[in-house]
């Protein structure tokens, strides 16, 4: 009897994938479940092989072979961050830069062939490749809008122009940035922009400041939409970012339930994204307006748990579902 295996490309130190595989595993036993992380590829051993065949790898004490995988699931992956470690590992601590980017450029041309074996098989079932899961909040606003829901007005430029709004945040076009320096973690968050006629800047991204009833925050999965309020606005630090925690006087949140209509819009804005999963942020205007912030595919979901929504399983169980049809 064939093999068929749910694969998962996540990073090694992700949380969120190790609470689903956990699910899986509860869920189904019988279902063999591969999660593989930039490293582990970039380490994993096979013999030469005709380009026709599937590929079979060999990483960690796991066989692979591409033919075998029934469902792709991408939660956070990159290529090789670690690549520089991983080279020097191999004696090349003292070849030039420009080598060993190099032998960086050739993984992720093999990267993106291995993606394309995987793909060779007619049924195998992805859930959110690679190339969909590299968040950019522009492209993400203009497909809502085009879409119908509404987008704050939106910037972006490297110097100041006359005739902007007075109150302007300054946020990521990708993902945010996280620092790890002498055992502390630096995260960027959402802040109040304050420009100048003659400042430059590098090339940043800005909206105009929207007063919000409550923040929402939306987990989809296969269609299904799961609603949390969040009641930011009434904390000071958590004002402008709620990521900014206190955790002092922690904020106030709750299940919402999503509207209909705007439950139709999402599910159309993540089939134009070719999203099957995703964590989506909107603001709830005073006037009663939803107002579409970005959508993260790899977006953070444990607040979830907080009000019985379990979003470890949700997900699980979609993977098998997907398993199962396939």
């Known amino acids: 009897m064939k093999k068929r ?49 599937p590929l079979i790898i060999q990483t960690k004490g796991i066989e692979l072979c591409t033919s075998d995988i ?11 961050p670690n690549a520089d470690k991983y080279f020097r590992n191999n004696n090349l601590l003292k070849v030039k830069y420009d080598i060993i980017q190099n032998l960086k450029d050739e993984f992720s041309a093999f990267f993106r062939f291995f993606l394309y074996k995987i793909s060779d098989n ?7 490749a690679p190339r969909t899961v590299v968040s950019n909040k522009l492209q993400q606003l203009l497909v809502a809008q085009k879409l119908g829901l509404i987008i704050p007005e939106t910037y972006i430029g490297t110097s ?47 909206q105009s400041e929207i007063p ?31 990521r900014n925690y206190d955790y002092d006087c922690p904020v106030r949140e709750e299940v919402y339930e999503i509207p ?8 159309k804005l993540m089939c134009e994204l070719d999203l099957q999963i995703g964590v989506l942020d909107f603001i709830l205007s005073p006037e009663g307006e939803y107002i579409f912030l970005e959508v993260n595919p790899c977006g953070q979901y444990d607040n979830f748990n907080l009000c019985n929504i379990f979003p470890d399983r949700v997900i699980a169980q979609y993977l098998l579902r997907k398993y199962y049809e396939h």
């Not at 956990?22 to 930039?38: F, N």
């Not at 996280?178 to 090339?203: D, G, H, Q």
């Not at 999965?221 to 930011?232: D, P």
């Open 5 to 53: 295996i749910i694969l998962i490309l996540s990073i090694e130190d992700d949380p969120s994938t190790t609470k689903v595989l956990r699910w899986l595993h509860y869920l189904d036993k019988s279902v063999q479940v591969i999660r593989l992380h930039p490293e582990d590829l970039a380490g994993a051993s096979f013999a030469l092989t005709d380009i026709h065949s």
């Open 70 to 80: 029934a469902v792709v699931w991408t939660r956070k992956w990159n290529n090789i």
């Open 122 to 128: 007619n049924n195998v079932c992805w859930i959110d």
């Open 160 to 206: 100041y122009k006359e005739g902007l709004p007075e109150k302007l945040i300054s946020k990521h076009i990708s993902d945010c940035f996280s620092l790890y320096m002498n055992k502390k973690i630096y995260t960027s968050y959402t802040c109040r922009a304050k420009l100048s006629p003659k400042e430059e800047f590098f090339v940043s991204m800005f």
């Open 212 to 242: 919000k009833k409550i923040e929402l925050r939306i987990l989809y999965v296969g269609g299904q939409c799961y609603g949390l309020a969040i009641f930011s606005q009434m904390n000071s630090k958590t004002r402008l970012d709620y």
């Open 260 to 267: 209909v209509e705007l439950e139709t819009k999402i599910s």
